[in-house]
Nanobody
Framework: QVQLVESGGGLVQAGDSLRLSCAASGRTFSRYAMGWFRQPPGKERESVAAISWNGGSTYYADSVKGRFTLSRDNSKNAAYLQMNSLKPEDTAVYYC????????????????WGQGTQVTVSS
């Protein structure tokens, strides 16, 4: 129902920052919670952050608390993940997700996914 396209990934050095964007299409985008997930090479997909439909509540995985900030702009049908103080362990394909009625870090509760954008952090 909601189509998502991520962008903003790239190759950076440890300590650098990146801002990932997720462009969404769909009339009801603003009614869904939004999540960001990532999959490191050779590992399972893991949670990063989630935000409620109106931005009132946010949740972050312990590994990114204090470094990543999730926001959304419903007027632009977009969500953003600001990543600061990047570490090599942040290297992964990052996915945005939508379709959950509530903000959650459980990836199975989302039914719309983007194709992902690669983030590589070198040391």
């Amino acid at each position: 129902q909601v189509q998502l396209v991520e962008s903003g990934g790239g190759l950076v050095q440890a300590g650098d920052s990146l801002r990932l964007s997720c462009a969404a299409s769909g009339r009801t985008f603003s009614r869904y919670a939004m999540g960001w997930f990532r999959q490191p090479p050779g590992k399972e997909r893991e949670s990063v952050a989630a935000i409620s439909w109106n931005g009132g509540s946010t949740y972050y995985a312990d590994s990114v608390k204090g470094r990543f900030t999730l926001s959304r702009d419903n007027s632009k049908n977009a969500a953003y993940l600001q990543m600061n103080s990047l570490k090599p362990e942040d290297t992964a394909v990052y996915y945005c997700a939508a379709g959950s009625p509530v903000a959650t870090l459980a990836h199975r509760l989302y039914d719309s996914w983007g194709q992902g954008t690669q983030v590589t952090v070198s040391s």
